[in-house]
């Protein structure tokens, strides 16, 4: 299990995870709706994002990179 600093929260908001990701809001919010993506609701209008299951997503989008090379 992937674990967070201390110092780091354990979810993002979408617009951190946009800002992380470098890709704009609208985008953001496309991939938490996404069931493959590692976001959830804590409430009916908030949705965030987990840091270690952010993480583990990018690795699995940059093997499927490297699988399809």
């Known amino acids: ?3 967070c600093k201390v110092d780091q ?5 979408v617009a951190q995870t ?4 470098g890709v704009s809001l609208s ?4 991939l938490a709706r996404r069931t493959d993506f ?3 609701h804590v409430s009916a209008n908030r949705i965030v994002i ?7 997503w990018i690795e699995e989008q940059l093997n499927k990179k490297g ?3």
């Open 27 to 30: 985008t953001a919010y496309t």
């Open 1 to 3: 299990m992937t674990q």
């Open 9 to 13: 929260p354990v979810t993002l908001s």
């Open 38 to 40: 590692p976001s959830f």
């Open 50 to 56: 987990s840091r270690a299951g952010l993480e583990k």
């Open 18 to 21: 946009a800002e992380t990701l």
């Open 67 to 69: 699988d399809a090379a």
